[in-house]
């Protein structure tokens, strides 16, 4: 039973494997089949050429293309803006009644009756009526719920004349919104061959209330360009730090669907509600790369193109936006900055990138038969760790070579790791004699006791909950991909149902599919592989089994985490409208369960070694161990994440730098320089009996595991890159370790016989 119950589990787990690679192959030829990005340059800088000599000239914008850049990210411009552009002129009520009292403003000398705002504010005259009205369009409904209605009758006088009015209030604020777009810059640069990329840019001071009437009013006059002039459209960007996107019923939600616009996701935003506005425009997303001017100076042109090239290669950006840099800085000019463009497209070229015109990546999912499959094979893998927990190891895994045929001789099993045996009650010889199915009736000299034959039965009976506990979990996690995505829409055709409400969503138990994923996978790689090589504490051959339990363990866990990364599969994930949960979880949960193993296999000595515990005189040095252990468990949780809490040194970002310019896909420190190496060191002590030293290699060996895991987890990532950092950081960390190895166990060598040395001369 043990040895079909070890092929089940294998089978699926390689139906398993093949699914999520076949599910990491397609996410493959998508990005591989898209490798055109598009460099927009910020119109801020082409804005600021424009003031000297009215607008930027072609041969500007020809040399702006022959340097590689393909568009203009157009940001709104604010009323400081218009008026330093001498478009508008700004006059508050204080400074209209001076005006006057000199007789220069006789249209508002306040006829009939009427006057000037009691509260006071600002107006803003323009000659031009077309900006006028794309002032009111733009102010009205930011200021509507917020006037009185005597402000908003006399505004209403003196706007007539060309001038719009603000209130007190609102004047700080309104005064540098980005309100306006600059239809004339847009029709030059579209001319010219550009693409035009909005930017719908929220400051700080728009509220969350006023956000979707602000999306409305950049969006009214972005229609109206777009209707009345032929400019050629790019996708619209998000670039502020934080806001709100707009609501997929709203006026901008419904213009961007109708148009058939493309979104720019700026990648380290924390822009909110974009899953729905998403999935109303059919996930026509880009995502999109940014550096602030202020971060841009610090960098340099060199390490500025280098962030540009990795966000590309490794997280699927397809649209850089180039800001201007700093104002006193030179290569904020015009024609320094062409070098800097110049630098990023040749260096997005050399990596194998096209620069031209971005499309968003194909909408994929993964098909309900193949994510079943991987549910499925996920269950039943923590069915398979559950079941090593409570059965015990040695009666799900089948022993092998010559222990195989010393326990079919003595009819006795012996526990990994363990020195005490304890006796197979399945075997055939003892059943027989116990009279059970199953057995070799009356084997010559086997008696069972009456203890044995109720344990026989209880084992028995133990195997068959756990075989029925795993085909009830694996049945149901396979039914779960095949209900809500055939079941549940051909349910929803028909109407609205409440009872499918009430249910958990699909995204929820993708997540909690995965997660579980990087609980079991790694654990059980501990577990099944490195575990029994360190066990083997024989000189001869103990190196070779370690080296083969390492690579046998990474493998497996590699095959995991593209079963996971293929439950995450589809183009939501791809363009991290959703993410991978529960980083935490999977970095600390992984050691709960390899230290409920290890106690496990302690049996009986647990409670000894507690008690001893407890009676162990307390020393500094013990002390001293407990708060570096929990200092390195403390780094370890705070640096995990994309945003650690902890900062990243200096070092570490230099050498990051530095392999990421060697490898390209740079291997973690975790792996290469902790865990894989660590694994070894600890590994050479083993065969010493050095106390404790198989339960750090472990320990360390799951480390590093854990790391390779997580780095698939990154499910914008190509996963080209994640099995090439595998890679490099398990060639890195197996050359590290065995050069460990030789020095420790080198190292003790000395130190024993030195030790042995003295004790005889003092004898």
């Known amino acids: 039973m043990r040895l079909g119950i070890k092929n089940f589990f294998a089978l699926l787990l390689v139906l398993v494997v093949a699914a999520g690679a076949w599910a990491a192959v397609q996410r493959h030829l998508s990005l591989k089949d898209n490798r055109k990005v598009e460099l927009a340059i910020d119109s801020r800088l082409l804005l600021a050429q424009s003031l000297h000599d009215g607008l930027n000239t072609p041969e500007q914008l020809e040399e702006l293309q022959e340097a ?51 509260s006071g504010g600002l107006f803003v005259f323009t000659e031009d009526r077309e900006l006028h009205k794309a002032l009111q369009a733009a102010l009205s409904p930011l200021l509507r719920d917020t006037v009185d209605s005597r402000a908003e009758r006399n505004a209403s006088v003196f706007s007539g004349g060309g001038a719009v009015f603000i209130p007190r209030s609102f004047v700080s604020a309104m005064k540098d919104l980005p309100l306006i777009m600059p239809r004339e810059q ?63 019923e709203g006026s901008a939600g419904v213009f961007f669907a109708e148009k058939g616009l493309t979104l720019g996701a700026v990648e380290f935003t924390a822009g909110k509600a974009l899953g729905k506005l998403a999935a109303r425009l059919n996930y026509r997303i880009v995502r999109a790369h940014q550096i602030a001017t202020a971060e841009l100076g610090q960098l340099g042109e060199e390490r500025s193109s280098e962030r540009f090239l990795r966000a590309v ?15 006193l800085d030179p290569r904020g000019k015009f024609p320094a900055y062409l070098q800097f463009v110049s630098k990023v497209a040749g260096d997005l070229k050399k990596a194998g990138f096209e620069v031209g015109e971005c499309s968003p990546f194909p909408f994929f999912s993964v098909p309900a038969g193949v994510q079943a499959l991987l549910f499925a094979g996920t269950a039943a893998s ?5 079941g090593l927990f409570f059965l015990g190891k040695n009666k799900l895994i089948p022993p092998r070579g010559k222990k195989k045929r010393k326990l079919r001789a003595a009819g006795a099993t012996e526990t990994p790791g363990t020195p005490e045996t304890f006796p197979d009650t399945t075997s055939p010889e003892i059943l027989g004699a116990a009279g059970l199915p199953g057995g070799t009736p009356n084997p010559p000299g086997i008696f069972a006791t009456k203890s044995q034959r109720l344990k026989a039965r209880l084992d028995r009976q133990n195997k068959r909950i756990f075989i029925a506990f795993s085909l009830c979990l694996l049945l149901t996690a396979a039914a779960l991909p095949l209900f809500y995505k055939i079941f549940v829409p051909a349910i929803a055709t028909g109407g609205e149902v409440p009872l499918l409400s009430r249910l958990p969503s699909p995204v929820f138990l993708e997540k909690a599919a995965a997660l579980l994923a990087s609980l079991v996978f ?49 183009t939501t994930y791809i363009l991290k409208i959703e993410a991978f949960g529960g980083v935490k979880i999977s970095q600390v949960g992984p050691f709960i369960l390899l ?80 865990g894989h190496p660590g694994l070894f060191l600890m590994a050479a002590l083993c065969p010493a009996g050095v106390r404790g030293a198989k339960t750090l290699a472990l320990v360390l060996g799951l480390l590093g595991q854990i790391s390779l895991f997580n780095t698939f987890m990154h499910l914008h990532r190509p ?45």
């Open 68 to 118: 590689g850049c393909t568009a203009v990210g157009v940001r709104p411009l604010t009323i400081t803006d218009l008026e330093s552009m001498g478009q508008v002129t700004l006059l508050d009520t204080a400074e209209i009644q001076r005006l006057q009292m000199l007789g220069l403003l006789d249209g508002f000398s306040g006829r009939d009756g009427r006057e000037l705002p009691g």
């Open 382 to 386: 923590a069915a398979f760790l559950v």
């Open 522 to 570: 790694p654990t059980l790689g501990v577990i099944l592989f490195l575990e029994p090589a360190l066990s083997r504490q024989r000189k001869r051959g103990y190196l070779t089994e370690t080296v083969k339990g390492f690579l046998c363990c990474t493998l497996f866990t590699t095959g995991g985490a593209l079963a996971a990364s293929g439950i995450l599969g589809d």
């Open 313 to 327: 290669q490794e997280r699927s950006v397809r649209l850089l936006l180039l800001n201007p840099f700093p104002e």
């Open 186 to 248: 847009m029709l030059l640069w579209s001319a010219a061959g550009l693409k035009i990329i909005p930017y719908f840019y929220a400051p700080p001071q728009i509220s969350p209330e006023l956000s979707e009437q602000y999306w409305g009013a950049l969006a009214s006059q972005l229609e109206n360009i777009i209707e009345e002039e032929d400019i050629s459209m790019g996708p619209v960007a998000f670039p502020s730090p934080s806001f709100t996107y707009p609501a997929p």
């Open 719 to 763: 996963v080209s890159l994640s099995l090439l950092g595998t890679f490099y950081g398990a060639a890195l960390g197996l050359l590290a370790g065995l050069v460990l190895f030789y020095l420790a166990a080198r190292v003790y060598a000395s130190l024993s016989a030195s030790i042995n040395t003295s004790s005889k001369q003092n004898n």
């Open 595 to 674: 230290g409920i193993f290890i106690l496990q296999q302690k049996r009986g000595k647990l409670w000894n070694e507690i008690t001893a515990l407890l009676n162990k005189e307390v020393k500094v040095k013990y002390l001293l161990a407990l708060i570096l252990a929990g200092g390195v468990l403390l780094v370890y949780l705070v640096r995990g994440g994309n945003i650690p809490l902890l900062p990243v040194s200096e070092i570490e970002l230099t050498l990051r730098r530095q392999l990421e310019l060697i490898f390209i896909a740079r291997p973690r420190f975790k792996e290469f320089l902790i």
